[in-house]
């Protein structure tokens, strides 16, 4: 067991935790943030996709003493004293999901991108989102709430 | 997925790093980006029993002018190789192949010491560091050691690194005048993983004709190697579609022994490299005046 120190949300956490410990095993499972999901656990699907040090990763592929002395941002940081972030609104207005399996793992890539690229074509969102997979919406409503995000963010 | 248990070690400064591998010898393995060990890891494939994380070492991530070519830190990330406008204009291809590399998340991880080192048979900058004659520098507790790319690449998996060495830099010369670079892959649908991938650097006279060529090629086979038979076909030509189509023919010479497996048969991946091959010539001899 080694002891790491991580910033998430905000919040500094300070934890003792086996060296094999994934990263979003150590989010959901130590720090009870649930909304970082697992989904192919082989770095293919994004569902793990959360802010480190400022860009987008899967956690699914590091292990939590990597992140030693980082920051993290989740899905559970992104609303502001509830009041939604414009990606979130962008994915309820547009339908963005159905099953909202991928969907946490979506908005923290489109975070990743739109926090690089705030003007972002059609064809920079697909690229930007293409370490997601999404199994229900066919992607076309998932480029709307984030093009309807991108508009909100410049304005 | 759970790997198996081991101690864990986050050196700071690479003289610690190569005092801890010299001490842990082969039951060691270093961690870089992570992003081809840990998926080994979790299917138990790979079993380290210490892992040597060189993610904390903050002298590793550079990128600097070297004469007038690049010297760039083992763990600089291939988002930083993408971005950096020092990579776009002194070696282009390594920032167009590094933007390649399967996707946003994984490229903000990876490393291109990581990759390098890893010696994937479908990584994509193994034929790019073979296209542009890099030199790969070495860290241990010895002598630093300068590896040509040529010579870096063994086999599958297996590079000319020694157990006690870590890639410390990977040394990248300018390009001549007139050069032009390209890199084309046929990549796997869901993990971008090069099915095969060519690396091509053409250098055009005034008059039009190829005054030098060097292809890397990668994916076919077990490492990713030069195509000398490609380069002087294409040496002297006149770069039209007839000299960049029997050039990009020869591109699968040097090669015995190509992969077969689900993506593709051997034979295919043979006829990609011609095909792949006469994409990059072209693009780069397009990108030369």
């Known amino acids: 067991m080694g002891s790491i120190s991580v910033t998430v949300n905000g919040t500094v956490h300070t934890s003792e935790v086996e060296p094999r410990l994934l990263l979003v095993h150590y989010l959901r499972e130590v720090l009870d943030l649930t909304g970082t999901h697992v989904g192919c656990d082989t770095t293919s699907c994004g569902a793990c996709t959360v802010i480190l040090n400022g860009a987008a990763v899967k956690s699914c592929t590091l292990f939590a003493v990597q992140a030693d002395g980082g920051k993290i941002m989740t899905i559970e940081g992104l609303a502001n004293n509830g009041e939604l972030h414009p990606l979130q609104e962008g994915f309820w207005e547009k339908h963005g999901l159905q099953c909202g399996y991928c969907t946490p793992g979506m908005i923290m890539s489109a975070y990743d991108l739109l926090q690089r690229n705030p003007d972002p074509s059609e064809q920079e969102i697909r690229n930007g989102l293409s370490g997601n997979l999404c199994r229900c919406t066919g992607y076309h409503n998932i480029i709307k709430s984030v093009q309807f995000a991108a508009e909100k963010m410049r304005s | ?39 080994l890891m979790k299917l138990r494939l790979a079993r380290p029993e210490v892992l040597i994380d060189l993610g904390k070492i903050e002298s590793m991530a550079y990128i ?11 763990m600089t990330t291939q988002t930083q190789l993408e971005t950096s406008d020092l990579v776009k204009s002194r070696a282009p291809m390594l920032a167009e192949a590094a933007g390649m590399v399967a996707d946003p998340q994984v490229r903000n991880v990876g490393t291109i010491g990581g990759s390098l080192a890893h010696a994937d048979p479908a990584g994509d900058l193994p034929a790019v560091v073979v296209a542009l004659a890099a030199k790969l520098v070495t860290s241990s507790t010895g002598d630093h050691r300068t590896i040509e790319a040529d010579d870096f690449f063994v086999d599958l998996l297996t590079t000319d690194l020694r157990p006690t060495e870590i890639l410390s830099e990977i040394s990248i010369p300018g390009l001549p005048p007139h050069t032009g670079t390209a890199y084309a892959k046929f990549g796997n649908k869901a993990s971008h993983y090069a099915v095969v991938g060519v690396a091509a650097v053409v250098t055009v006279g005034a008059d039009g004709v190829c005054q ?19 380069e002087d076909a294409l040496t002297g030509s006149n770069l039209d579609d007839s000299a960049i189509s029997a050039a990009a023919g020869l591109a699968g010479d040097g ?28 693009a780069a001899a397009s990108r030369a005046s």
Request: no cysteine; hydrophobic share 45%.
């Open chain 2, 1 to 39: 997925m759970t790997t198996s248990a081991f101690e864990y070690h986050a050196p700071t400064s690479v003289s610690d790093a190569v005092q801890l591998l010299a001490q842990h010898g082969e039951n060691a393995k270093l961690l870089a980006g992570g992003h081809s060990l840990v998926p």
């Open chain 2, 64 to 74: 600097r002018e070297q004469g007038d070519g690049l010297a760039i830190g083992a």
């Open chain 2, 212 to 230: 030098s060529a060097r292809i890397g090629v990668t994916g076919a086979g077990p490492k990713a190697v030069g195509a000398a038979s490609a």
């Open chain 2, 255 to 282: 090669i015995t022994d190509f992969n077969e497996d689900v993506h593709a048969s051997a034979e295919y991946r043979a006829h990609l490299v011609t095909v792949y091959a006469a994409r990059a010539i072209r």
